[in-house]
């Protein structure tokens, strides 16, 4: 069985740009949620997907935005890219319908905003 | 309030003693309490967890303290080990999404 994965690991990009982060989760889980971590700091709920349509929603803008696909497999995409979105980008994928209790975290995709 | 306060920030522990962490929420909505270990360059690892209805739970070193009156919990690792070093955050999950409140983070350093 394997875990949560994540691609790509490290990502450096400049203001004002887009970028597409993606995560694989882990072998029977069909809900997949996405956490922002900046440095020194607890992780942030963005969204989660289930169904392939948004479950929830944390407080962050519509320039964050996501997709589940049938595989159940996620994409992260942030558009106009701001030197604040610097951070760990976590996902965490859950085995039961609609989110489960237990979260997996994958290991993570570390964005730098020049 | 979503809010989920977290203390000591960092903790030096000598090996074999008892590392304690403290938590505290105002959000009755939440109702399961995660703690979450992490190393540099890893994703959080699921600890132990605890429900509001159960005041403690012992999982080998690990035990989570919870007072719902007071809406605080804690996580007390026993025996204390430098393998054990690392962040722990606390957490807790409320709604359909099951979305997480972490804490801040406390930065746990074991010494030899």
């Known amino acids: 069985e394997t875990g949560v994965t994540q691609s790509p690991t490290h990502l450096i990009k400049t203001r004002g740009q887009q970028v597409t982060l993606r995560c694989s989760s882990q072998?029977?889980?069909?809900?997949v949620s996405w956490y922002q971590q900046a440095l020194g700091q607890g992780p942030q709920f963005i969204f989660q997907y289930y169904r392939e349509e948004e479950n929830g929603r944390g407080n962050f803008p519509p320039r964050f935005s996501g997709l589940q696909f049938p595989n159940y497999s996620s994409e992260l995409n942030v558009n106009a890219l701001e030197l604040d979105d610097s951070a760990l980008y976590l996902c965490a994928s859950s085995p039961l319908a609609g989110g489960g209790n237990e979260q997996f975290f994958g290991p993570g995709t570390r964005l730098t905003v020049l | 309030q979503q809010q989920v306060k977290q203390s000591p920030q960092s903790l030096i522990v000598q090996k074999g003693g008892i590392s304690i962490i403290n938590c505290a929420y105002e959000?009755?909505?939440?109702?399961?309490f995660p703690w979450y270990q992490q190393f540099p360059g890893k994703g959080p690892a699921l600890l132990i967890a605890i429900r509001p209805d159960v005041s403690e739970k012992k999982e080998g070193r690990f035990t989570i303290s919870f007072n719902k009156s007071a809406k605080q919990f804690s996580l007390h690792i026993m025996d204390s080990q430098p393998g054990d070093s690392a962040t722990y955050f606390c957490?807790?999950?409320?709604?359909?999404?099951?979305?997480?409140?972490f804490g801040s983070g406390t930065q746990l350093t074991v010494l030899p």
């Open positions: 959000n009755t909505a939440f109702d399961y």
């Open positions: 072998s029977g889980h069909n809900t």
């Open positions: 957490a807790a999950m409320a709604g359909s999404a099951r979305q997480l409140t």
